[in-house]
Every structure is written in structure tokens, then in C-alpha cells.
């Protein structure tokens, strides 16, 4: 189908859920939405108003990619950077920019930019193998993170003593101060192009053992000290890095009141999930009203809220089939957002679940049930 | 794109802004959208599962149509029944049944419906031509509606007296008392295959002069009784008909306090797009849940909520544009849904504008300002 040219046309490298849910947003605004994913089965294959079918790695196939598109932009920081600066070299609008996702593509310059531009983060040191460990004895217990390719708790290994070392990574990596932790927290920020900036209310993040994270809950219950270091960081960060759309800022909270940031995301993020019923603004009309110059949505809060991800179960590796559905659909204020993956796995995002509701009893309540009653498993 | 087994297949008569927000909503449930419309730019062309370019009246077209579906569905009445019939003698499930289609685009036999069921309506006769209007002289005033093919205030004419019976039609219609209105409202009702229903808080409708609906507030102002009367008498209604699916009911309320079945629409409605925001339901979810024998969602209200229907301006045919977007697009809790059709002409529903506030007062100030500022114009 031909694209009317008075449409923005959205390039996005990814076609993921984040992609998926991108496009339900994008929808409302009549922006157009072409998707790049090397799986044809991806979640946005059949619903992009176009999808390409390709690496999101490889030079050529991006720089095609973004040839006839108003904005690049991104769902999944594992991209050619080197394809999207020559786009924009060419005049192409790539938000977030290039040189921000090479920074974020890797945790060590992540962290320096932390250092050279005053934010507050743990401490750290930068080393190139595990062998180099031991010169840093004095310094544990520490969080050993692989600077590239680590996700999803992937890449971060915790080495308390020397019995801890052949567990590091033969890759350069990040050794921080294994900090104490009282919250974690995950504010979602929003910059456009005039430099107007917006922050979501912080949500409180909750991990399974798997180091996953197992459900969040809006509003974050912090004290407004805490909310207000947390928002001058997310807003001076993304002023700082001058970055355009969406950024997530996951952060620390310790026991004497610091507030630390851990890592960033350029775009829409799991822990925004909840925005789509719980804010006046979605992340995702927000990631797209920042790459296309629009005004920012307010991000006010219309319920407390939480959200489950719905995780392929242990043991269950093959076609998804979902089991509770029904039941958790018959609850009141639970949202379900399954993603149309095909096949299930252990630990694979497979969904969310977002609820609402003003009693944060009744909130909790309906967390465990939902977490009880849905599973995903193999046919 | 093949479709997985799993994931229920539904199949759409019908590509319009209906679809359109049908399918943003069938992504959260893994339902996969087959879409038919003769137009190859409908709103959903580029946006289904999958898109089928066809008649909706052919009767060969509809039955291929619906082969390979779950089930069947419409988002517009003017389809071919027939072909509907057939599909469903097949033993393929088809919402809203053929029966009540076929009853529902003839007004005529709605109104006998209503009659022969005990349903609240006005009083009537059945007309063939405008030539047989002097018979029901001492019926006057009195609204002539045709039988079958008008909408959005097409084949309806008031007449008052005589010099008005050649403003009548030359077709089989009814003719209606013309009932004293107080208030306008809808109630949008859903019941699935188990016969279990629910409905919506009655919205009330606003019209231009031009007989379209102006905006929609919700939750109606009407006294309790009324609601209630209103609310068995959907339900009732849909009792009677047997149906499955979502059914619009608009109603007039008399002065006297009585609440009359005006027309209904066996589908999603203009009257139920603010449920997107307001409600824990939407209507399109709703409306999914129904036909697929799923637990029907909460119609709780979360907010007090307007909707504006966004019409191409008078004097203006030709692409459209969108002016006044970001001035709208930078009010809080606004949400523009725009249905992504290339051409504007004078009363096109091209999108619409759902605002929630809990203050009445702001929400009439925010309707004021959308009306004002945000207008479709051709290029």
C-alpha cells in the first residue's frame, strides 16, 4: 500500500512487542509505521502497515531501511549504529540519536558518561577480563556486567569473594560496588526536539529470583525527597545526553536516601507498561509525540496500578497456549496484553498484565491471583 | 502470513474506523483480524491480519469470505445476509446472527420487532410511498423514515404537514410519531453465547443542525428510574433477540418520564467510542469477548468522559489535513483517534475525541475548545 505522504512514516528496527504496542498508539495519530525484524513471525509482521523482513544488525539493510522514512527510530537497543549516524548524516531524523544508542549499547560507556557528567551512579571500575579480578579484591562484594549484549539479567554475574571469580565474563566488562539496595525504581522520561521535557511517575520494581522483574507498582512508594532527587536525575540525564524520545532510568534507592542510577533504555520500556491504562498518556503515544516534535501528553496518574509480566513457564518450551485466561479476564480492572508470539519458553516475555485499582490491598490481591491463575505453556 | 490455530480467527465485514479500533483492540488478546472492505484505502487496509479488497453485498464474495474464520462479524449492517445464512447453516459461528441483521437493516421490521415483542417505541405506521402520506393525516407531525439504506441522518425527514409530504420518499418506510424528546441517550449492551450480558452507563447524545451527533456525554443526566428503565429495556431487548454480540440502543426519553427505543445498531457504535478511556471495557474488547464466548469485561466507569466527533469541515473535499493538532494534542486527559481515511468531504467522520475530567464544568470547556480548534480541511 502506498504511504500518503502527509502521514509521518515511522521507521522502527525492531518488531517486538514494544513495536506492537507502538503501533496500536500510533494508530490514533495516523502515523505510519514501518517494521524491521529478521523473525517473519515477529509480533508486529502482520500488523505494521509495513514490515520488512531483515537483520537489524546488518549496515545495508538499515541504511535501506530508513531510506524513505520521515524518523528512525528504535524498540531494541541491538541495532547498526553505524547505518542509522550515516542516516543521519544524510538528513534523516534518527531519535534517539546514534551516538546515544552507542552509549547505551554498552554499560562501561554507560557508566562513564554517568561519571564525566555528574550523575550519581555506583561506584565502579572498568575491566577488560575476569583474570583481572583479583586487582580488585579490596573492592568486593561487586557486580561483575559484560558492557555488551548482557539483557534481561544476562550478562551480570554477583562475585562476593574469590570463589566468585570463574563465575566473570572473558569480556570487557564493569565491576560495580554491590550497592545496598532499600527500592528499585523506574522513571520514564520524555524529551522532543524544542527540549520540553516530561517525567512518568516512578514505579517501584519487584524481581523474581530469576532476576526478572516480577510485577511493578505505581505510584512508587517513596517520600517526595526521594521523588524529587529521582526526577532531577531523569531530567538532567536526558538534558545532559540531549537525547530526543523516550528514555528509561532505572534506579536505586539505598538505606541513607541516595538515589543512584543503575541503567538507561532508549525507548519504551517494560516498566512503562502500565502507562497505556494507568496514565492520562501511554509511553508509547509518548516515545512517538517526542520523535515526531509533537507536544508531550500529561503524564498524570489516573489510578494506582500494577503490572505482571507474563512469562513463559518452566519447563514449557513449543506453542504458547494460555492458561487461566478466562478466569483473569473475569476480573475487574485487569488488563491483559498478550504480545501473538507464537512459541513460548522459559522466562520468554509471552505478555503483561496490567491492573487498576485505588486499594492497594485489593491491587495486591489481584497481583497474586493473576500470577496464580495465568500461565503460558506449550501446547 | 499464515495464521496460527491457536489464536481465534475472526473475520470482519467491514474495514472502516470500526475495524480499525477493533483491531487495535484484538492485538491484546492474540485474535487475529480478517478484514473485507471494497474500498482498497479503508482504515483498516494496512493494519489487519489480513485484508481482502471486496464487496460486503456480494453475495459469492461474503461466503469465500468467511471459510476460514472462527467467526464471522460485522462493523456495518449493509452486508450481504444471504451469504451470512449460508455461512451459518455451514455450521460457521457468525455474530451478530443473520436473523437480527436482516431485522436490523430494515427499520420496518425493527419497528415490528419492538411491537410484536413488548419493546418501548414510538407509535408508527407502515408506509410504501410518500403518495400514501395523506392517509395519516391526523397522524402529524410525524418523522418519514425509509425502510432501508439511510444512516447518519439520511432518509429521514420531518413532516409537519401537508407541504411537506413531497419532501417523502418513494420507497417502503415508516412513519413515526414525532416524539417529544427531552434527553437523547445510548446504552451499549453486550451478551455472549452464554446469554450472560452487560451494559454500559448510558452516554447522552448531542446533534448538530445537521442531525449528527455533536458529542456524547458520559455518564448521562438522567434520574435513576430512568436509568433503570433503560437498562431493562436493553437487556430485554436483547433477551428477546437471541442475539450474541454488541448491541447500540438509542433511546429518547419523553418528558413524561418514558424511555423509548429509538433505532438500534447490532455492533460496535459511534455512541460507544469514549468507553476506550472512561470505561475498564472498551466496546471493542467487549465486543470480541462477546463473539468469542469470552467472560464479558466490567462496563465500570473510570471517569466522567465527552466524546466530539471529528467531521470534515463544510467546503472542504480533497486530502485532508488536520489543523489545530498540537494546540489539541497539549490539553490533558484529551485523546484524538484519528481513522486514517485520505479523503476529507463535508460531515466525513474522520476521527473523533474522547476527554475525560471528574469536573463537568472543565469537561464542557475542553469539548468547547476541541470544537473551536481542531478542524479536518483539505489540502
Redesign the interface.
Known amino acids: 500500500?502506498q504511504h500518503?505522504d502527509?502521514?509521518p512514516k515511522v521507521g522502527v528496527l525492531g518488531g517486538g512487542q514494544l513495536g506492537?504496542m507502538m503501533?496500536?498508539s500510533s494508530?490514533?495519530?495516523?502515523v505510519y509505521i514501518k517494521s524491521l525484524d529478521p523473525d517473519?513471525?515477529a509480533p508486529c509482521?502482520?500488523?505494521a502497515?509495513?514490515f520488512h523482513n531483515g537483520s537489524l544488525t546488518d549496515y545495508d539493510t538499515v541504511l535501506a531501511f530508513g531510506q524513505d522514512v520521515d524518523v528512525v527510530t528504535v524498540e531494541i537497543e541491538n541495532v547498526n549504529v553505524d547505518a542509522l549516524a550515516e542516516l543521519e548524516k544524510q538528513g534523516k531524523k534518527v531519535f534517539p540519536q546514534p551516538h546515544i544508542l552507542k552509549i547505551i549499547q554498552d554499560k562501561r560507556l554507560q557508566k562513564e558518561f554517568y561519571r564525566e557528567n555528574g550523575i550519581p551512579t555506583s561506584e565502579y571500575f572498568l575491566i577488560d577480563r575476569k583474570e583481572d579480578l583479583p586487582k580488585h579484591k579490596d573492592f568486593l562484594p561487586a557486580v561483575m556486567k559484560i558492557g555488551k549484549g548482557g539483557y534481561d539479567g544476562r550478562g551480570v554475574e554477583i562475585i562476593r569473594s574469590e570463589a566468585d571469580f570463574e563465575k566473570g565474563f572473558e569480556a570487557p566488562s564493569l565491576l560495580e560496588d554491590l550497592v545496598n539496595i532499600e527500592k528499585e525504581i523506574s522513571i520514564i522520561i520524555a524529551r522532543n526536539e524544542k527540549g520540553a521535557t516530561t517525567v512518568f511517575p516512578p514505579v517501584e520494581l519487584v524481581y523474581t529470583p530469576q532476576n526478572m522483574v516480577d510485577y511493578l507498582l505505581g505510584p512508587a512508594n517513596i517520600s517526595n525527597e526521594i521523588l524529587e532527587k529521582a526526577n532531577t536525575i531523569a531530567t538532567d540525564l536526558i538534558n545532559k545526553m540531549g537525547m530526543v524520545g523516550l528514555l528509561a532510568v532505572e534506579m536505586f534507592v539505598t538505606p541513607e536516601g541516595d538515589v543512584l542510577v543503575n541503567e538507561v533504555a532508549p525507548r519504551t520500556h517494560n516498566s512503562g507498561h502500565q502507562t497505556i491504562e494507568a496514565n492520562?498518556t501511554s509511553q508509547f503515544e509518548q516515545h512517538l509525540?517526542a520523535i515526531l516534535n509533537?507536544?508531550l501528553?500529561?503524564t498524570?496518574m489516573?489510578?494506582a496500578s500494577a503490572m505482571v509480566n507474563l512469562l513463559g513457564e518452566e519447563g514449557h518450551t513449543g506453542?504458547?497456549?494460555?492458561e487461566g485466561?478466562?478466569e483473569v479476564?473475569?476480573k475487574?480492572?485487569v488488563?491483559?496484553?498478550?504480545?501473538?508470539k507464537?512459541m513460548t519458553k522459559p522466562h520468554r516475555k509471552m505478555g503483561h498484565v496490567t491492573i487498576?485499582d485505588e486499594d492497594m490491598d485489593k491491587l495486591k490481591e489481584k497481583i497474586e491471583i493473576v500470577k496464580k491463575t495465568l500461565k503460558v505453556k506449550a501446547?
Open positions: 500500500m500518503p502527509k502521514l506492537r503501533i496500536q494508530m490514533n495519530l495516523n517473519p513471525n509482521a502482520s500488523l502497515n509495513e492520562l509525540r509533537l507536544p501528553g500529561s498524570k489516573r489510578s506453542e504458547a497456549v494460555y485466561l478466562h479476564l473475569s475487574e480492572g488488563f491483559i496484553h498478550l504480545y501473538g507464537l487498576v501446547l
